[in-house]
C-alpha cells in the first residue's frame, strides 16, 4: 500500500511538473513579457541644455514646463531576468547634458535575441536642445525653446511650439508640429506632414521625399520662393500675393510670394500640397 501511495504521488508531482513547463512554454511562445524594471531619476539642468534620448523599443512621451528640474521615468518589460542584463539602461547627466537610451551588449554577450519592451516619459525644462533618434515607437513632444532634431523613428510624430529650428529625417509616420520659428527641415518621412510656421530665417523650409500631403500654415506677411518638384499631388497656394514663375507641367511648380526672400523647396513628395495664411 505504501508503494502504491508513493508512485500515485510521484506521478501527481509529474504531472504538475509538467504541466508547469508546459505553462511557462506557452507564455514564451505567446511573447509574454512578465519581468518589469522601473527606473525613476531626478535632476537639474541648465537652460540651454542639450538632452538626447536614442535607442528605445518603445514610444517616448516628453512633457515640458518652466523651470530647471528634470524628471525620468522609465518601465521596461521582459520575458526574463538576464534580458536586462544584456541590455542594460544609460541615463547619464552633468548640469548642461542629459543622455538617456538604452545600451544592447549582445556583441560581447554573444548572439542571443534580446528583446525588451520600454516606456519612456520624461518631464523636462522648455529651455533644451533636443535630440531624439533611434525610437522604434512614437514620439510626444510638448513645446520646446530649443532646437529639434528627430531621425530613425518608427512611428508618428507630435511636437508643441518649437521656438527654434526643426529636422526630421527618416521618420516612419506623420508628423505634427504646433509651430516653428526658425528652419524647418525634413526627409524620408512616410505619412502626412503638418506644420505652422511663425517666422523663417533665411535657410527657409527644406523638405523632401515625403510619403504624404504637407500642410504648410504661415502667421503674419510672407516673402519667400516657392519651388516643388517631382510630386504626385495638386499644389494649392492659399496665401497673398502668389505669381508663378514659368510653365507648371504637373509635377514641377516655381512660384515667388510677396516679394520673395526665404527658400520653401520641396522634392519627391506623394501628395497633396497646401500653403496657406493663418
Known sequence: MKNFTSILVGLILMNLTSNIFQTNARATQAGEFTEREEIDRS????????????????????????????????????????????????VEHTPDNLIVRSDDERDRRGNR??????????????????????????????????????SSISGPVTIG????????????????????????????????????????????????????????????????????????????LDVPNVTFQGAADGSNVRARIGSGGSPISMSSISGNVRLERR
Open 113 to 150: 535575441q534580446v528583446q525588451i519592451r520600454e516606456r519612456v516619459v520624461l518631464e523636462l525644462p522648455r529651455k533644451i536642445d533636443l535630440t531624439v533618434k533611434s525610437i522604434s515607437g512614437s514620439v510626444t513632444v510638448g513645446n520646446i525653446g530649443g532646437p529639434v532634431q528627430a
Open 43 to 90: 535632476f537639474t539642468l541648465s537652460p540651454g541644455a542639450r538632452v538626447d534620448v536614442s535607442s528605445i523599443s518603445g514610444p517616448v512621451e516628453i512633457r515640458t514646463s518652466e523651470g530647471q528640474t528634470a524628471e525620468v521615468h522609465i518601465v521596461r518589460t521582459a520575458r526574463n531576468r538576464e534580458d536586462f542584463l544584456l541590455r542594460k539602461f544609460i
Open 161 to 236: 511650439n518649437v521656438g527654434n529650428a526643426v529636422k526630421l529625417s527618416s521618420i516612419s509616420g506623420s508628423v505634427r508640429l504646433g509651430s516653428v520659428n526658425d528652419h524647418l527641415s525634413a526627409s524620408s518621412v512616410s505619412g502626412s506632414l503638418s506644420v505652422t510656421l511663425t517666422r523663417l530665417d533665411s535657410r527657409g523650409i527644406q523638405l523632401s521625399s515625403i510619403s504624404g500631403a504637407v500642410e504648410l500654415r504661415f502667421e503674419g506677411e510672407l516673402n519667400a520662393d516657392f519651388e516643388v518638384t517631382n510630386i504626385s499631388g495638386r499644389v494649392q
